[in-house]
T-cell receptor, first 112, second 111 residues
Framework: GQQLNQSPQSMFIQEGEDVSMNCTSS?????WLWYKQDPGEGPVLLIA?????ELTSNGRLTAQFGITRKDSFLNISASIPSDVGIYFC????????????FGTGTRLQVTL | KAGVTQTPRYLIKTRGQQVTLSCSPI?????VSWYQQTPGQGLQFLFE???????NKGNFPGRFSGRQFSNSRSEMNVSTLELGDSALYLC??????????FGPGTRLTVT
């Protein structure tokens, strides 16, 4: 089946630093979604990408849809304490838009 | 616009019992999907309902079932609970299926 691998698994950074994480797949995706989840809460949709090569921003967050369609990247600039959480990439299962496959997640911790 | 709501937020059940979880989607959204989240398996798709019909199904046993009402509200039911069913159950609603908006989840503990 489709698998999404995220790296790094976790990262500790200092407030103000920029963060980069990525998501890779063994299969081609036509849509990439990035979510953030806080402890005990549901994932919150951050960015949606629909075209290979597309670069989309949402405030300090920027995501890119990889040219090969098998990867995506998320950057966070000037991190702040509330960026702490788990970031997931997700994409629809082949031929089924509503059945999302989720990545393994990147846990971000920000130190002051 | 109000977000996705799920009730109850927390639930403790005993092995062998059954449970029903409820989800109210964002107004206007007709697609409702359910996911199970565990530390070991991550987020896994259970099923999706659209206009009261199950449109997609994940790889879960028949003990897991759901339904959707005419107002798009959805329920999922788990019968004969097992310890391994302890998880965060998440509901997500969508207009088209692609961009899904999640509720806060129901934390189910089976003892």
């Amino acid at each position: 089946g489709q698998q999404l691998n995220q790296s790094p698994q976790s990262m500790f950074i200092q407030e103000g630093e920029d963060v980069s994480m990525n998501c890779t797949s063994s299969s081609i995706f036509n849509t990439w979604l990035w979510y953030k989840q806080d402890p005990g809460e549901g994932p919150v949709l951050l960015i949606a990408l629909y075209k290979a090569g597309e670069l989309t921003s949402n405030g300090r967050l920027t995501a890119q849809f990889g040219i090969t369609r098998k990867d995506s990247f998320l950057n966070i600039s000037a991190s702040i304490p509330s960026d702490v959480g788990i970031y997931f990439c997700a994409g629809p299962y082949t031929g089924t838009a509503s059945k999302l496959t989720f990545g393994t997640g990147t846990r971000l911790q920000v130190t002051l | 616009k109000a977000g996705v709501t799920q009730t109850p937020r927390y639930l403790i059940k005993t092995r062998g019992q059954q449970v029903t979880l409820s989800c109210s989607p964002i107004s206007g959204h007709r697609s409702v999907s359910w996911y199970q989240q565990t530390p070991g398996q991550g987020l896994q798709f259970l099923f999706e309902y659209f206009s009261e019909t199950q449109r997609n199904k994940g790889n879960f046993p028949g003990r897991f079932s759901g339904r959707q009402f005419s107002n798009s509200r959805s329920e999922m039911n788990v019968s004969t609970l097992e310890l391994g069913d302890s998880a965060l159950y998440l509901c997500a609603s969508s207009l088209s299926g692609h961009e899904q908006y999640f509720g806060p989840g129901t934390r189910l503990t089976v003892t």
